[in-house]
DNA sequence: TTGTATGCGTTATCAA
DNA sequence: TTGATAACGCATACAA
């Protein structure tokens, strides 16, 4: 590895003061254009990038911000993720991508670490710290973006994002009864999901509404995977054998339902609709192709980024109110 | 936001010098116990965390290397990244995960930011750029793994890791033979794909030892996802009804597979075995569930930090020889 | 055991 | 239009 030259290296060599550099690097004025030329030429020769960490000490800015989510591995925050990072390379911004593993410890050391690095914000993707850890972290930070967490009184630094679940299940109970089902099930996520907790909601709605009444053994709780799916399904189906149509948590869940159906020798959808929710790369892998709530996720990074670049470069704005993301039913083959 | 103290607070308020501060936080000989103990307690209170950025700037290191895949989108690279965030967390560093998006120009962009920001080293997950540049960009690292891309001339601050691609084809190859298929077919993936051509390497190489012979017209070429494995598969079967078994690029190509199978009525794996490469989570969610050549990839990412590490502190250590991650067939249900 | 001086590469401030 | 100087927060080297 050889050394990069420095700003005062390249002074050196063009005969100036190192500011006059400083001026051509950062398009600002007071320079000749001669000079600016000059110099401009001189960069390009030996290979100058400005060193982004004494630039970062001077200005206290870094230009960088981070995302932290739960699992990269999951599909559903690396889609939010790459819209997020599409911006910020737009914007020349730096995403600096966390993962805490489901792990409240790494998260509290990951926030912790970006503190030492002086970040310029960070979009938090589902945080697990308790309200109060969370609010005395979001202080620490100039700019912050809270996705699928409702803080109670708003800060002047922090949008706020959230997936409008409750509308998402009752599009799809409307979707259930106007193709003639009437006899529903819930197969929702894990009880301590925040949006768990507001599809249910949005699922009584939905049966409300339609006139039809919610029955506790129409629902059961599951693990947010396949397998949970299919046992879950496997348990209500046993129960509650003339159920027509499943709501699935999510994608995974669905197909494991679809699964449990087929494995009880009901068809799909003919005997059983199921829908799931996100519309994860899956919906259209597996067979029949998953009807779904489609979530635009590359959308919720793109708005999550520049929102908080937003806060970043306008620090006195007002309270930013909380932006909703309205899940669309897309209509494929499993109901 | 409040202002977060520096070192020199502390300092002051301890009634000593910013050095004993550094001394403590550092854990460095030279410092009463005393003292120590009045200074520890002092950070805790105010909230003291060094400043990164101007300790990087002291010591021109950065405690954080970066990851650059070219879709985080895929699991195949999320679950590399998730091994190497894992060995970064027990040793203190940070990871930059940055996102190429498939692309080039942002490949390049990546690199170059990485550098501005003086990064300890990156992991360089297959590459596109050509080979002279690569050589190029290494050079400006101080550590550097390589993932999927062979260089000639192994340099002494570069580690590679490849997969054994040829290995895995030939167990395949085995695994049909043995299961008495006679009547193979490759459903290979792009023509461009480095591991894609080792892929076709082993596949031809595993016939010979079974003393078949390759058949041009056995083997088709596509896009690396489901439609591409289902659209060749289809051709496929079209131009070669009798074949009994099938090896494909990677998982998505195999799922595809399976449906091309179905849809021309071939029960999987009774007529035609189908193995899969990659083992991702959906081999064992799609049913049959897939028969796959499984890639350790959590223990590639964290083979390729340990590396990468090992570099960092030992930079004049003598060059490192390229690491083969072998695949090892799981059976499953489709083959 | 403790402290002082200096420098890391850059930008901000003010003077020429 | 230019340049000298002082930060930024910390660590290294050396002195007390």
């Known amino acids: 590895m050889k050394k990069r030259p420095t700003i005062t290296d390249v002074a050196q060599a063009a005969g100036v003061s190192l500011m006059t550099v400083s001026r051509v690097v950062n398009d600002k004025p007071g320079v000749g254009e001669e000079t600016r030329q000059r110099i401009r030429q001189l960069i390009e020769e030996m290979g100058y990038r400005p060193n982004e960490i004494a630039r970062g000490l001077a200005t206290r800015q870094t230009a960088t911000v981070a995302i932290v989510v739960p699992d990269i591995t999951n599909p559903f925050f690396a889609q939010i993720a790459c819209g997020a990072e599409a911006v910020a390379f737009e914007k020349g911004y730096h995403l600096f991508l966390l ?27 589902s ?25 109670q009184n708003p800060l002047p630094n922090v949008a706020q994002i959230n997936i409008n ?26 009880v301590t999901s925040t949006s768990g907790q507001r599809r249910i909601d949005g699922y009584r709605a939905g049966l409300r509404a339609a006139g039809l009444i ?5 629902m059961e709780h599951c693990q947010p995977v396949t397998e949970g799916g299919r046992m879950a399904t496997a348990q209500l189906l ?57 979530i635009d996720l590359e959308e919720v990074g793109r708005l999550a980024m520049s929102k908080i670049l937003e806060i970043i470069q306008q620090p006195d704005a007002p309270a930013h109110a909380t932006h909703w993301i309205d899940p669309q039913l897309v209509i494929r083959d499993s109901a």
Chains 1, 2 share one sequence.
């Open 99 to 125: 993962n805490t593993a489901e792990n409240t410890d790494r998260e509290v050391a990951a926030l912790d670490s970006l503190q030492q690095k002086e970040i310029d914000g960070v979009l938090l993707c």
């Open 127 to 151: 945080p697990r710290l308790p309200i109060d850890d969370l609010e005395a972290t979001i202080s620490q930070f100039a700019a912050v973006t809270l996705f699928n967490r409702e803080l």
């Open 165 to 190: 679940d409750v509308l998402g299940a009752q599009l799809a109970v409307q979707h259930f009864v106007a193709s003639g089902r009437r006899r529903l099930a819930l197969i929702a996520g894990p």
């Open 214 to 218: 919610f029955e506790p053994q129409a």
């Open 238 to 294: 046993a129960r509650r054998p003339k159920t027509d149509a499943i709501l699935a948590f999510n994608d995974l869940v669905a197909v494991g339902a679809i699964q449990a159906c087929e494995d009880s020798g009901r068809r799909v959808p003919d005997d059983i609709a199921v829908i799931g929710f996100d519309d994860i790369p899956l919906a259209t892998i597996v067979r029949p192709h998953l009807t779904t709530l489609h």
